[in-house]
């Protein structure tokens, strides 16, 4: 998101960042982006502004009748959830007063999440266009009112062709013009630069790296589990996650319970700038995730010639291709993994520096194919061309609309 909107900054387009909740209350490091730059937050509320958002809502009713209509009347949310999503549409209301006298004519908000709702309403009653990107988990498990949300948006990004074909199996009515996938990079190195390949002695441990947050979603359970087998079937190794996050208790006391404190060690937070020695010392990056979208941290460790190994989930066969740029694994399946983890142990223990190995192709193959296609420079002038003609060539027929070249803002939510 960050990236994004430095961007479009930098192509001279005004953009104000926005968050439903305070800077401060937001997780570390989302917001380091926008340093010195305005963040118009919702929080802390005002009540008078709550009063007045009433107000805005009785004088153009008219304009969100239809979306108050479908949260309440249609579909099969719980009663809860309809509460939930009136009470955005208050929010919508109130983020359109502060919007009000700003010269936006376009937003967009980053997840499908209710934030999206948020947006969407106030771009009603601001008579703007809106916009979305969908990532992962607010397509996949936290859809809500998506239906709305994308009958209603001028256009939509996602991250992946996975994405995008989920959109229009699951949305058939959609036109599929207004669904466009924009992917996401990491800087990319000439593969040349990148280091060279871990030979291991017949003797040497093998080491395995996780990267993310200790999340439920993330399932580093199954990787302990995993371990847990891989030390019974003799194998010498050692495995090291790097992230901080609720599970940790759990995954400490699965660690302790099992003896598995020489081969399984939690990191905690590990700051970017370690990140690459880390990368370097991992002979196999893992991924065991539930549910994702194309994640950076495989982007990270392919352009720097590690192998990798994840699930055939979601996007990620889009980056990783069995056997020719990375490994997958059957998802859920322990015993698959195991069996991996155990061929590649094998096939590198058969590595000779000085020739070019079966895997030394495949980590060449993963670098080509992160520094043409999921190139962070690249990328991002694609989406910035992009995102300004979809903006550019929309329709400005709403009295209370501006043409494009006439101070356009991206409000992020």
Known sequence: MGEEIQELQRRGVKVIPGSVRRPDAVPHGSLDTFSGTEILCLQPLRVLTLLRAVGLVVRR??????????????????????????????????????????????????????????????????????????????????????????????????????????????????????????????????????????????HQTLT???????????????????????????????????????????????ICKNCLEERLTLLGHVARSQMDSLYQRADVVVLTSRSEGIPLVLMEAMIRGRLVLAPAITGIPEIVIPGKTGFLYTPGSLEDFVERILFLDTMMRSEKRDTVSTLDSIRRAAQEQIFHKFNRRKNLNHFGDRFLHLIATQDFTNQDRRPPHEDLVLQQI
């Open 61 to 202: 009713w008219e304009r969100i009748a239809d979306l108050v209509k479908r949260l309440l009347l249609t579909g099969k949310e719980s009663p809860e959830r309809r509460l939930k999503a009136l009470l955005h549409t208050w929010l919508g209301a109130y983020y359109a007063l502060l919007l009000q006298k700003r010269g936006v004519n376009h937003i967009h908000v980053h997840h499908g999440y209710f934030g999206s709702w948020i947006a969407m309403v106030a771009a009603r009653l601001l008579g703007v266009s809106f916009s979305l990107t969908l990532h992962g988990s607010d397509l996949l498990v936290k859809g809500a009112y998506l239906d709305a949300k994308l009958k209603n948006c001028r256009f939509c990004i996602t991250i992946s062709e996975y994405n995008r074909r989920y959109i229009l199996e699951h949305f058939p009515w959609i036109d599929p013009a207004k669904i466009i996938v924009s992917r996401l990079g990491v800087d990319a190195m000439v593969p040349a630069e990148s280091a060279e390949k871990a030979c291991r002695s017949e």
């Open 208 to 254: 395995l790296l996780a990267v993310g947050r200790l999340h439920t979603v993330k399932d580093h359970a199954f990787l302990a589990r995993a371990c847990a087998r891989l030390r019974d079937r003799g194998l010498d190794f050692k495995c090291v996650i790097a992230g901080e996050g609720p599970e940790r208790r759990r995954l400490e006391s699965f």
